[in-house]
């Protein structure tokens, strides 16, 4: 009896950290993110954050929707990717509140005048959405003639992690261009490589797709630079926004 009593218990405790290791695993990623909205919030000002950070996060997790339908990975990627695109757009959104009040135009750049050779740099949100929506119908079109090609769904999968192993790259690209780093949040920063180690490790151990193993093992390489630039510009300048 007293077995049984403690294989239960080994059995639920298992249930029970495979649980926390979700929640960890959907919510983590976000808690950066929202501390670089409430750092430009509080500053008015967008500082060295990059809007490119959103675009990369939001094209990358569509894809990575997409690619559930076919492969079905864990569910706690999917509640991930949803939360994400939400909470990029209310970062997206912030930045252009604050930007579009510094920089006065009298015709705003939109998505429909000009959709590749302003992009990513319209003065509008719904400009953004127009163009999110118009990505998603396509690669949404292209998946329903491609539904038994394999090789398609695989495309997919890599297109999804590719991106997303990129999301630190404009970051560094804008740090090292303005040599700074003020406005930049400590705990996105930090979120970011926890995150990415976490992330890894959690692909790993769910025996994920290889696609996000190498993702993730790319994104930490990023993370490293961004670190070190955070420790040579505010050593210099001391201008890195604590939070």
């Known amino acids: 009896m007293e077995f ?19 929640i960890g695993f959907v919510l983590g990623p976000l808690i ?11 500053q008015k000002s967008v500082g060295s954050f990059s809007i490119d950070v959103c675009a990369i996060l939001l094209f990358a997790n ?39 009040k510094s920089i006065l135009k009298a015709k ?45 769904w695989e495309i997919i999968g890599f297109l999804s992690c590719a991106i997303e192993a990129t999301l ?8 090292h261009s303005a040599k700074s780093v003020k ?20 692909f790993i151990v769910k025996n994920q797709p290889t696609q996000f193993v190498m993702c993730g093992v790319i994104q930490l390489s990023v993370d490293i630079w961004i670190m070190l630039q955070i420790a040579v510009f505010s050593s210099k300048k001391g201008d890195l926004a604590e939070i």
Not at 5 to 13: H, K, M, T, V
Not at 116 to 127: A, G, P
């Open 168 to 175: 630190g790259l404009p970051q560094a690209i804008k740090n």
């Open 108 to 152: 705003p750049d939109t998505f429909f005048d000009s959709p590749l050779n302003k992009f990513w740099r319209w003065s509008q949100l719904h400009s953004y959405i127009a163009c999110l929506i118009s990505f998603l119908i396509f690669v949404l079109l292209s998946s329903y003639l491609n539904l038994g090609n394999p090789q398609y």
């Open 62 to 100: 569509l894809l990575r929707i997409v690619f559930w339908y076919e492969k079905r990975f864990e569910n706690a990627l999917l509640y991930q990717s949803i939360l994400m695109i939400m909470m990029q757009v209310e970062l997206l959104r912030s930045c252009l509140t604050i930007m579009n």
């Open 32 to 42: 950066g993110y929202v501390a670089q909205y409430q750092l430009i919030k509080s």
């Open 4 to 22: 049984f009593q403690f294989d239960d218990l080994i059995r639920y405790g298992s249930q029970l950290a495979d649980f926390a290791l979700n």
């Open 183 to 202: 406005g930049l949040s400590y705990a996105m920063i930090g979120s970011w490589f926890l995150g990415d180690a976490f992330k890894t490790f959690y």
